[in-house]
């Protein structure tokens, strides 16, 4: 079936798309993707761990979209033989091998070394470096934020006693949101969203505004305007992480980042408290250079908490999940410059009116989206609403519903698929 925004002649074969509940007993829910983009359920596979249920460890609240406060708690292995998920209520995380028709069967659960203090644990983001067979876990509290494992040819996991910190001399108690290895697997880079965890509001919404060393308040938000939001680390060749470097993202809060795919030394940054996206570029040595900071529409209220990101497959548009308004809007890329192509792309999805964003509004929760591989459709989770919704792409950037499931409310985190 061709849609408007794919390229002449190019069709949509149909796939396969898997979510995380990250209810208490946790598992995985494994999607058929139709040619049309419609989404049938096939299984749902226990993944042996704990999932934070609908709690937000990160904010406190008893009942909040987008526990995780991050991205990637669900991805592949390239060659698509092996599905990993973070199980973010006990600090572990499960294996799965892939089958040939997409079915789940779980391979290996083991714990990610960091121990849960509280209600919750805060395992959250995964990146996979097969030329290593390693695993990166990135945890929202530290210090310890990130831990390693081993993978065997199988999938079977064994945890190592590597452990490091998203955190700076003077900044304890940082809240980091993603890991994501580059192309070449030479460098991991991890996105930030706080310099500390944020006290709560009476509804448990943080506060992002401190008293500063002057008496003067101060966004908590980091890279705003401290210019050490991104932490670099080199990968060795065993897996094994050098020491950190921290660098300027050129934007508030650089939550996710999301490599093109024609140019694997480019990537965009999406600014959780910038409401926008930079595209940056990371050389040999590791360093990082950003463009100037594209923003959208801020008169609904600040900050639009724009977070995730997914990028085309030719790299001519980037859809950007907006938390705070419930709605996703898409960027256009034509060489380095970055332009608004609709804002929003998508109609607002409500949720049940008991969640309010960092800007008031209310809000469903939109957190992690994914692209198909051509480029077809955009499935995003809207966690209050207890919907996953597809999306047909157009060629002018916009989105057009096509499809929605059914799934756990609040709780469900991590998209991926083939």
């Not at 069709?11 to 898997?18: F, K, Q």
């Not at 500063?212 to 938000?221: F, H, M, T, V």
């Not at 480029?375 to 157009?394: E, F, M, P, R």
Request: glycine share 12%.
């Amino acid at each position: 079936m061709s849609t408007a925004g794919e390229p002449a002649g190019a069709t949509s074969a149909g796939g396969h798309l898997y979510v995380q509940t990250n209810e208490i007993r946790n598992a995985v829910i494994h999607y058929v993707c139709g040619a049309d983009g419609s989404l049938t359920e096939v299984e749902r596979v226990l993944t042996g761990g704990a999932g934070s249920g609908v709690y937000k460890p990160i904010s406190g609240q008893a009942s909040a979209p987008n526990a995780f406060e991050g991205a990637a708690s669900v991805i592949l292995s390239p060659d698509r033989r092996l599905l990993f998920a973070t199980n973010g209520g006990d600090n572990s995380v499960s294996s799965f091998r892939v089958g040939d028709a997409g079915e789940l069967e779980v391979v290996d659960v083991k714990r990610t070394g960091n121990v849960v203090d509280g209600a919750s644990g805060t395992a959250k983001s995964l990146a996979y470096a097969p030329t290593y067979n390693t695993l990166y876990v990135l945890h929202s509290f530290g210090p310890d934020h990130l831990r390693i494992m081993s993978v065997d040819a199988d999938g079977r996991l064994t945890p190592r006693p590597d452990r490091h910190t998203a955190d700076t001399l003077d900044k304890v108690g940082r809240v980091p949101t993603m890991a994501v290895l580059t192309p070449d697997s030479k460098y991991l880079i991890v996105g930030t969203t706080f310099d500390q965890v944020a006290t709560a509001n009476p509804d448990g919404s943080p506060i992002l505004w401190v008293p500063g060393p002057d008496g003067a308040p101060k966004s908590i938000a980091s890279n705003a305007p401290d210019p050490d939001g991104l932490v670099v680390f080199a990968v060795h060749h065993d897996g094994a992480l050098g020491e950190a470097c921290f660098q300027d993202a050129g934007c508030g809060s650089p939550f996710y980042v999301a490599f093109l795919h024609d140019r694997p030394d480019h990537f965009v940054i999406g600014a959780a408290v910038g409401d926008g996206v930079v595209l940056a570029s990371i050389d040999a040595d590791g360093q990082v250079t950003t463009g100037p900071l594209v923003k959208i529409d801020t008169s609904a209220g600040q900050p639009s908490e724009l977070c995730w990101l997914s990028v085309s497959p030719d790299d001519r548009y980037v859809y950007a999940t907006n938390f705070g308004y419930s709605n996703i809007c898409s960027f256009r890329i034509d060489g380095n410059v970055v332009t608004l192509a609709q804002d929003p792309a998508c109609a607002r999805v409500p949720g049940d009116g008991t969640f309010r964003a960092l800007n008031g509004t209310v809000s469903s929760g939109p957190s992690d989206s994914w692209l198909s591989p051509d480029g077809a459709y955009l499935y995003q989770i809207y966690g209050n609403a207890s919907k996953l919704v597809g999306y047909s792409t157009q060629a002018d950037g916009s989105l057009e519903e096509v499809t929605s499931a059914d799934i756990p409310y609040n709780s469900p985190q991590g998209v991926v698929g083939f």
